[in-house]
């Protein structure tokens, strides 16, 4: 991973931006454009999950490519001339962010909306009424004109663990992934339809509670949207009382079995509101069970006497 | 897989029977797969992903013998193949042919093709007078009968599949316009010279009476090698589309190490072409004998025929034909002698254009979704099971038999230096005689149209290559219809489709519909294509009801063009905007009637031209044809 020591034998040199690069084989332009300095746009993509390329915000211009390339998925090769701010990259960046706050929810996304101020997306330019002076923005609607579609559909409040508000799914198929091969292997979840009606379900959109999920909520860990949303924090942002910066975090060790899975708190208030896993940690890579993520009410019960060592069985 | 969890649905008797039917080893019966494999008996982890591959039967089976992909069923199958039911539901509800909602009657379907041939052809009230003699009726993408407009295909329930066409007799037209020596290529000739006596189409005897069979000895007698330097030699590009050279990726997956397969992709679903199930109808043996060619040469074991759900007359004619190839020992333990192992199982999609897409096909058959794979890796080293594979059209495949029946050098005398050899052009629309022609690459666009009888009434505009291509306008009837040519003046053969429009129709209907259709296609894996063809749909057909577009929307029109040819995954995104960009172009799209529209744009393009320096025509910026031409 370090750029600072290839391995001389698999190292790959390429040029990100006129720069010359060096990585080991195997790398992707992302590791590589991560290694030059060079921030790129991600959505899709996760540390700890197989990239699946197709949210497409990633992509770069690679010289004799006949279209842009996903950064996040395409191994680097040796002499590889790559742009990553060229005007076709600007365009497609941009309208693939437009193209999603055309069409979702975005307003929990922050980092979505941080690149799409970037790139000067602007969703509103498929709604705005048709006006005659051909002032820019003006273009779909107007009397003769379609609302755009919008992914539309209500939120799913079905126990207290979680809520899942599919509006906002811009259907990065990383909840299918942690819920599948690359995490819990339970799948439950699913990506069901075609095209703009595809949707995150589980068979016949059977309710949680009678579906294969087991509540790891490593779905809920990986969505970058809200979409997918710990119940604690949906009720909280509900009356106006998430606030992230107030909240500390403390890093601790699971305590209900011997596998030794790090949990990282959320506290806001002296209370836990959310637990993580660190996606660099060796033994989850981000991913918990039902307990550690979920059984830490205990710790705020009014009367929690721990148990004596002495006795406790072991 | 253990550990699955299933809802407590059962299935019915009668479900679970169509089940075990339809995976049974050697079923019997239209919709049976047939499958000679260990593996369906083997067990453990390994099950699994050995038997998903079944998913897709599976489900057809389900569909057929209840009208919907029950719950109880999705369990049944789910346990029998190992699928979390999630996986499977997600898979069920990708296929247009499948539902997941219970239909409130017993019926058969009739599908109905609305794309713009049919619809010229009176699709909207055959539709309606179905509807009134109660019958379900099921409005969807073209079916594949351009030439016999409009096209109904009939999905039974409890009862074969079938198209009500074929119970006429085969009325297709064909013609072929190569030299009548049997010394240059022509793929028709024979079926020509033959009329269409159905009896001998499927018989092995008859087949190898006029000279079937030869192809398979000369494959043997030359070895691999030889045979991909002739098609090598020969330039065969492939005809599915996106042109790549044949020889080239034969020799890679030759050159490959493990097990690999042979793919005929037969999934034809471009609106406007009709060849492949025309040459599976009537020639079927033809495309075994090739696929076998192809699975000695490149060392395959396996050999797969992926065909469109809506072909059922060209599916019992391939099976039929497997069967008598197995009996005659061209597959088997020992293909034709060879000493190898080759033989081939054939699937049935269940309407989704994506899955023509190499890779998509590659998911559908392994029984995920028909979602295509981001490329490279290519199929040749990673294909099917992950596995190196060859995966061709099959007209590239019958013109194999042609190179090694008449030699490369024969092969290339018609044909042009970059495009050596005849294309199927399939014509529909407003021309005299619609149906499947064969010409040498390069004739004259015009030449052809004259072929088929000329055009009916002022010509407005063609679409070369189906929505996936572009249209052209009446300047363009000297277009030679090469690769390079076409290339050159920014279009596209595409698979060949020719869709022909007089100055009488609605074209910014046409291009709506053609908006339409990529937008209900479009996997919805990548975003530019998942909402970009929403955005284009949206947007023309606002355009439409205002009679013409505004700058901004011209300008926003380009923009998500740009984004679906750049970004997307595969070749649906990037040619997405193809058509409704050379529309506009051709001031298409205005509401004037589409003669002055079209006089006018030129008009304008001309003096546009005239201004440029040195009078060098701007080609309209035009993807190539289907977008994976590296593959
Ligand atoms: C959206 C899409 C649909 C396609 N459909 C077909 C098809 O129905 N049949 C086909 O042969 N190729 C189709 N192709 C092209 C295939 O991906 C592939 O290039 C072709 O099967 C290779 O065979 P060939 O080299 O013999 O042409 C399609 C491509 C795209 C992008
Ligand atoms: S909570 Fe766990 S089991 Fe349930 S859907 Fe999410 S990842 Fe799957
Ligand atoms: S629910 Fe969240 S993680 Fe799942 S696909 Fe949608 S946005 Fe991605
Ligand atoms: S371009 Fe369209 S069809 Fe192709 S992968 Fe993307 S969404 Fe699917
Ligand atoms: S981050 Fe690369 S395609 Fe989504
Ligand atoms: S069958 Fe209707 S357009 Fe092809």
Redesign the interface.
Not at chain 2, 84 to 90: K, R, S
Not at chain 2, 519 to 528: A, I, K, L, T
Not at chain 2, 550 to 553: L, R
């Given at each position: 991973m370090n750029p600072a020591e290839p391995n001389t034998q698999t190292a790959v040199t390429l040029s990100i931006d006129g720069r010359e690069v060096t990585v080991p084989e195997g790398q992707t332009i992302l590791a590589a454009c991560t290694a030059a300095g060079v921030e790129t746009p991600t959505i899709c993509w996760a540390p700890n999950l197989t990239p699946v390329n197709v949210c497409r915000v990633c992509v770069v211009e690679l010289e004799g490519s006949r279209t842009l390339v996903p950064a996040c998925s395409r191994p680097v090769e040796a002499g590889m001339q790559i742009s990553t701010d060229s005007e076709r990259v600007r365009h497609s960046r941009r309208m693939v962010l437009e193209f999603l706050g055309s069409a979702n929810d975005l307003s929990q996304a922050s980092e979505i909306a941080d690149w799409s101020r970037h790139y000067g997306a602007d969703p509103a330019r498929y709604d705005a009424p048709c006006s005659d002076d051909g002032s820019p923005g003006s273009t779909a609607g107007g009397e003769a004109g379609l609302e755009p579609e919008r992914v539309d559909e209500p939120v799913r409040i079905q126990d207290d663990l979680y809520i899942r508000a599919y509006d906002r799914c811009v259907l990065c198929y990383k909840c299918v992934e942690a819920c599948g091969d690359d995490a819990q292997h339970t799948f439950a979840i699913a990506v069901a339809g075609r095209g703009f009606d595809a949707r995150i379900r589980t068979e016949y959109d059977t309710e949680l509670p009678e579906s294969a999920c087991v509540y790891c909520g490593n779905c809920v860990a990986v969505c970058p949207t809200g979409a997918l949303q710990f119940r604690t924090e949906f009720d909280l942002r509900a009356v106006g009382e998430w606030r992230p910066d107030d909240q500390t975090v403390t890093r601790t060790v699971c305590s209900y079995c011997g596998v030794g899975c790090n949990l990282e708190l959320h506290v806001q208030d002296e209370r836990i509101v959310k637990v993580t896993s660190p996606a660099d940690h060796s033994v989850t890579n981000g991913h918990l069970c039902i307990k550690g993520r979920f059984g830490w009410e205990y710790v705020h019960a009014p009367a929690f006497e721990p148990p004596s060592t002495d006795t406790a069985e072991r | 897989m253990a550990d699955?969890?299933f809802?407590d649905a059962e299935p019915t008797a009668s479900e679970r029977q169509a089940v075990l039917a339809a995976l049974s080893v050697n079923g019997a019966g239209d919709g049976a797969v047939v499958v000679d494999h260990p593996r369906v008996v083997r067990g453990g982890t390994r099950r699994r992903k050995q038997l998903r591959h079944l998913l897709l039967p599976a489900l057809h089976a389900l569909q057929r013998e209840a009208g919907w992909i029950s719950?109880g069923g999705?369990n049944f199958v789910g346990r029998t193949l190992g699928v979390?039911?999630?996986?499977?539901?997600?898979v069920a509800?990708?296929y247009e042919m499948f539902r997941?909602d219970s239909p409130s009657h017993e019926l058969s379907v009739r599908h109905v093709c609305v794309d713009p041939i049919c619809a010229l052809a009176g699709a909207a009230p055959l539709a309606e007078h179905l509807r009134s003699q109660g019958h379900a009726v099921h409005e969807g993408p073209c079916l594949g009968q351009c030439e016999r407009a409009p096209a109904v295909f009939i999905q039974g329930r409890r009862e074969p599949d079938r198209v009500p066409a074929d119970d006429s007799g085969p009325d297709s037209l064909l013609v072929s316009v190569t030299a009548s020596t049997p010394e240059s290529p022509s793929l028709l000739r024979q079926m020509i010279e033959r009329g269409f006596d159905n009896g001998e189409s499927t018989s092995m005897e008859a087949y190898r009476q006029r000279g079937g069979g030869a192809a398979l000895d000369a494959a043997l007698r030359l070895g691999p090698d030889d045979v991909i330097a002739q098609v090598s030699a020969a330039g065969l590009s492939g005809r599915g589309g996106a042109a790549f050279p044949t020889g080239i990726k034969w020799r890679a997956v030759a050159d490959g190490n493990g097990p690999c397969h042979v793919v005929a992709n037969i999934d034809e679903s471009e609106p406007g072409t009709f060849k492949d199930r025309l040459l599976c109808e009537l020639e079927p043996l033809a495309i075994i004998e090739s696929m076998a060619v192809a699975g000695l040469v490149v060392g395959a074991q396996q050999g797969w025929i992926y065909i469109r759900g809506e072909y059922p007359l060209a599916t019992q004619r391939l099976r039929g034909a497997i069967a008598q190839a197995r009996s005659a020992g061209w597959l088997g333990d020992d293909a034709a002698g060879s000493g190898q192992q080759f033989d081939i199982e054939l699937r049935r999609g269940a309407g989704?254009y994506i899955c023509g897409e190499e890779t998509a096909l590659f998911n559908s058959l392994e029984g995920f979704?028909g979602e295509p794979r981001?490329k490279?890796p290519f199929p040749t080293t990673h294909g099917l099971f992950g596995q190196p594979t060859v995966v061709n059209n099959p007209e590239t495949l019958l013109n194999v038999n042609e190179i090694l029946r008449i030699g490369p050098e024969a092969y290339r005398s018609v044909g042009t230096e970059g495009s050596p050899g005849t294309k199927l052009f399939c014509l529909s629309g407003h021309v005299g005689r619609p149906g499947l022609y064969e010409a040498p690459f390069g004739t004259p666009l015009g030449e052809l149209l004259e072929l088929a009888g000329g055009v009916q009434g002022t010509l407005a505009a063609v679409l070369l290559g189906g929505a996936a291509g572009s249209f052209v306008g009446p300047d363009a009837l000297a277009l030679p219809l090469s690769l390079e040519d076409t290339r050159a003046a920014g279009t596209t053969l595409g698979s060949g489709p020719v869709m022909v429009f007089n100055d009488s129709a609605d074209m910014s209907g046409v291009i709506e519909r053609l908006a339409k259709f990529f937008?209900?296609?479009?996997?919805?894996?990548?975003?530019?294509c998942?909402?970009?063809?929403?955005?284009q749909h949206?947007?023309v057909?606002?355009i439409r009801?205002?009679g013409g577009p505004?700058?901004?929307?011209r300008e926003?029109l380009g923009?998500?063009a740009?984004?679906m040819?750049?970004?997307?995954?595969c070749g649906l995104g990037?040619t997405a905007a193809s058509a409704v960009m050379s529309a506009m172009r051709l001031g298409l799209l205005e509401a004037e009637p589409a003669g002055e529209a079209v006089a006018r744009a030129a008009r304008e393009r001309s003096e546009q031209e005239r201004e440029e320096m040195g009078g060098t025509a701007r080609v309209a910026q035009q993807?190539?044809s289907l977008?994976d031409?590296a593959s």
């Open positions: - | 699955l969890h809802s719950p999705l979390p039911p999630a996986e499977a539901y997600g509800t990708f997941t989704a979704r981001n490279p937008r209900d296609e479009s996997c919805g894996q990548c975003v530019p998942r909402v970009g063809t929403v955005r949206e947007l057909t606002s009801r205002a505004t700058e901004p929307q926003l923009d998500i740009d984004a040819g750049d970004a997307s995954i990037h993807r190539d977008g031409s």
